[in-house]
């Protein structure tokens, strides 16, 4: 038996398209969500909603600035829940492994580590209990957060909501993505070594 109900997926299915149905209010409540226990990333309403809006510059700064706000409020939220919860509380869902990792990440960058988590694939609704049961400070934590998010959700503004049709066309060259192979290749095996080095360090 499983940790999750059985129809705990097509529930996520009918929340999202929900969210969606909702625009910018949706987006808001997914992202707010997102950073603090559901794990649909902004970016199922954020892209698409991107796509639509290419060549309004002012409705794509307002996706922007709304799903940027909301994160980093969520992971406040979840700041706070691991501040009263505690470790014990986290690791009933977290893998201790994962708790050792972000511990790690947390204790050797401070503020740094929460933007590589706001700015990356690392789980950011994690990274802020933990910071929260570390009592990081709460400052440098937002400020950290509205950077790394920030940045990320800026790229994606500009990269597909401004240069969307550009970016299409050119994703239709074959040597495009070799080349975007190699890079992620380039990026990929040495964040590994890094990430398992955070779990070493820790032991």
Same mark, same amino acid.
């Given at each position: 038996?499983?940790?999750?109900?059985?129809d705990?997926?097509? @529930?996520i299915?009918?929340?999202?398209e929900?969210?969606?149905?909702?625009? =910018?209010?949706?987006?808001?409540?997914?992202?707010?969500? $997102?950073?603090?226990?559901?794990?649909?990333?902004? $970016?199922?309403?954020?892209?698409?909603?991107?796509? /639509?809006?290419q060549?309004?510059?002012g409705?794509?700064?307002?996706?922007? *600035?709304?799903?940027?706000?909301?994160?980093? #409020?969520? #992971?406040?939220?979840?700041? &706070?829940?691991g501040? !009263? *919860?505690g470790r @014990?509380?986290?690791?009933?869902?977290?893998?201790?492994?994962?708790v050792?990792? %972000?511990?790690? =990440?947390?204790?050797?960058?401070?503020?740094a580590?929460?933007? !590589? /988590?706001?700015?990356?694939?690392?789980?950011?609704?994690? =990274?802020?209990w933990?910071?929260?049961?570390?009592?990081?400070?709460? @400052?440098?934590?937002?400020?950290?957060? *509205? &950077?790394g998010?920030g940045? @990320?959700?800026?790229i994606?503004?500009?990269?597909?909501?401004? &240069?969307?049709?550009? %970016? %299409?066309? /050119?994703?239709?060259?074959?040597?495009?993505? !070799?080349?975007?192979?190699?890079?992620?290749? /380039?990026? %990929?095996?040495?964040?590994?070594k890094w &990430?398992?080095? =955070?779990?070493?360090?820790?032991?």
């Open positions: 038996m499983g940790l999750l109900p059985p705990f997926w097509s @529930r299915d009918t929340f999202v929900w969210a969606a149905d909702l625009g =910018l209010p949706g987006l808001a409540i997914l992202s707010f969500t $997102e950073a603090i226990i559901q794990p649909v990333p902004p $970016e199922a309403l954020t892209l698409p909603m991107f796509i /639509a809006e060549g309004n510059p409705m794509i700064f307002l996706i922007w *600035l709304v799903v940027t706000l909301t994160s980093v #409020a969520g #992971a406040m939220v979840g700041w &706070w829940m501040k !009263i *919860l @014990r509380f986290a690791e009933r869902f977290i893998k201790p492994k994962h050792a990792r %972000l511990d790690g =990440l947390i204790v050797r960058y401070g503020s580590g929460i933007f !590589i /988590a706001a700015i990356s694939p690392i789980p950011y609704k994690v =990274l802020a933990i910071a929260g049961m570390g009592e990081m400070d709460y @400052r440098q934590f937002i400020v950290a957060g *509205l &950077w998010r940045l @990320r959700f800026g994606q503004a500009v990269v597909i909501g401004i &240069w969307g049709d550009e %970016l %299409l066309t /050119a994703l239709t060259n074959p040597v495009v993505w !070799i080349l975007l192979s190699v890079v992620l290749i /380039a990026i %990929l095996i040495p964040a590994k &990430w398992d080095g =955070l779990l070493d360090e820790e032991e």
